[in-house]
């Protein structure tokens, strides 16, 4: 049970997110035998967006994850095709912002890779990706998306570094090796993707320009406990974070101009995980292996962090994902939607405010970050910075068809001599003036059954060559 002194001072506080509460689908509407992947580390195991949900699955002789339509609920037959190209467990995976068919994934085998899956969603199983980036000499646990800016992705791992990459490219632009001592715990971008903030074994919550290489601001033990804990970036700029106390009490804190403001939740010693809602101020907290699912607002008035609700069931939670605003039913005032994972399914839990009204909530549904990105990835890199470009909710978001990844590796396919089918496509493009639309969807289609096998040839050439290392190092 929770406990929060200064809830009991005031009776009532006016809060139009007073009467949420949460409530769990029907059982047909959940997405059922689903093997959860049992690695040990702490990772929503699920990503969503307003067209699919992924989640990080058991497979045997390497890393596999399901993408299944949103629509596609019920029993999942376990030969249903996978995101598989991973040569060990995948760690954590993200939909890419601007583009619902992207996602990334991290995984043990140190790799990043970014794969586009269909409009329609998988028939076969995927195990080529669009592109893979090596950069990382230990495993990799957190990948991310900026948030304003198109084709720029982070990636944290093991080996204690965080790498920016152009993935129109595929090429490491930024690396920062020497800021952090030990295991990043977590990383956020700020808003508009100009600062990330850190969390880390050594207890402190850093502040960075990544452009810059620069600690802008450092902040040591935020929570003096030895488990792990979390930092996001809310929107005006300041840090919450979650952690545990040198008696092992969950808190949480606020950091508001260098004066943190805590609650201590003394129940179980499970990893706090943490999802902000940008538009509406308000923090969902999700302890991993715990049943319960808790909300805070937050204000401009004391005690700043302000508990609201918690939602409950039986089963404790795997990971979580959750819902893009863009993704929620406005008509039903939902302001958010979880995808809670057990162990061998995934349960959609809806938030909802009550209205009377069957009005347009313009309180609950304020213009929200939307897929079209404010910067091209040379603009960021260049010093550029762009907020999110808002949309608004109000007649309902309607997908829009999102374009192809188109990656011009200069770093690998320059130095290979052009084969001749790469000739013939060259050819193909500028002989036909202007074909039919039939034509043009067959050549893409052939362009990309080409692309997809010159990409297999490259990453089997780089298996070859690691193999051939590990050959010559045995026989001396």
Same mark, same amino acid.
């Given at each position: ?21 949460g409530?769990?689908?029907?059982n ?8 959860v ?5 702490? &990772? ?5 967006? @307003? ?17 299944l ?11 249903? @095709? ?6 060990? *467990? ?22 990043v890779?970014?794969?586009? /899956? ?6 076969? &199983? ?8 090596e ?13 304003? $800016? ?13 790498? /920016? ?11 920062? !090796? ?17 600062l ?21 601001? !450092? ?8 488990? *792990? ?27 508001? &101009?260098e ?5 201590? /939740?003394?129940?179980? &010693?499970?990893v706090l ?74 349960? @959609? ?21 939307? *897929? ?48 001749? $089918? ?12 202007? @074909? ?7 050549? !893409? ?12 040839v ?5 298996? /070859? ?12």
């Open positions: 049970m929770l406990y929060f002194p200064d809830m009991l001072r005031r009776v009532v506080r006016q809060s139009k997110f007073r009467h949420v509460f409530q769990a689908v029907r047909d509407q959940c997405y059922d035998d689903i093997r992947s049992r690695v040990t580390w702490d &990772s929503s195991f699920c990503a969503v967006n @307003p067209k699919f949900v992924a989640i990080i699955i058991e497979a045997s002789g390497g890393g596999a994850f399901f993408v339509p949103l629509q596609k609920t019920g029993r999942i037959d376990k030969a249903y @095709p996978t995101v598989c190209g991973h040569t060990a *467990p995948v760690l954590d995976i993200d939909w890419c912002p601007h583009n619902d068919l992207i996602i990334a994934s991290g995984s043990e085998d140190c790799t890779m970014v794969w586009q /899956i269909p409009e329609n969603g998988l028939e076969t &199983s995927l195990s080529e990706p669009v592109v893979v980036l950069g990382h000499s230990k495993r990799v646990g957190i990948v991310s998306w900026h948030p304003t $800016a198109r084709n720029v992705l982070l990636s944290a791992g093991c080996d204690n570094q965080i790498i /920016i990459w152009n993935v129109g490219t595929g090429e490491a632009m930024i690396n920062l !090796e020497d800021m952090h001592p030990d295991v990043i715990f977590s990383v956020s971008w700020s808003r508009n993707g100009s990330l903030c850190t969390a880390c074994k050594d207890k402190k919550v850093r502040v960075i320009d990544p452009r810059k290489k620069k600690i802008v601001a !450092e902040k040591d033990k935020a929570h003096e406990g030895a488990r *792990p804990m979390r930092a996001i970036f809310l929107a005006d700029g300041n840090i919450f974070t979650t952690g545990f106390s040198r008696m092992s009490e969950r808190q949480l804190a606020l950091w508001k &101009s004066k943190p403001r805590s609650k201590h /939740i003394p129940v179980f &010693s499970s995980m943490i999802r902000f809602t940008n538009s509406l101020l308000a923090v969902t907290v999700f302890p991993q292996g715990d049943s319960s699912i808790r909300y805070f607002e937050i204000t401009d008035e004391a005690p700043f962090v302000h508990y609201l609700n918690t939602f409950s069931t039986k089963e404790p939670q795997r990971g979580m994902g959750y819902m893009p605003k863009r993704g929620l039913d406005v008509n039903k005032c939902e302001i958010a939607r979880f995808y809670k994972l057990h162990e061998r399914k995934c349960e @959609p839990i809806i938030m909802t405010v009550p209205r009377k009204s069957d009005l347009f909530q313009d309180d609950l549904y304020p213009d929200t970050a939307g *897929p079209d990105p404010a910067l091209e990835a040379d603009e960021w890199f260049n010093g550029k910075n762009g907020g999110p470009i808002l949309i608004s909710l109000k007649d309902g978001y309607v997908s829009t068809k999102n374009r192809d990844l188109k990656v011009v590796k200069t770093n690998v396919l320059e130095t290979k001599p052009a084969t001749k $089918a790469e000739n013939i496509s060259t050819v193909q493009k500028h002989v036909s003036p202007q @074909p039919s639309v039939k034509m043009e969807d067959k050549l !893409e289609e052939v362009l990309r059954e080409f692309k997809s096998l010159r990409d297999r490259i990453l089997q050439d780089r298996r /070859i060559a690691r193999l051939e290392e590990q050959v010559a190092k045995v026989a001396m």
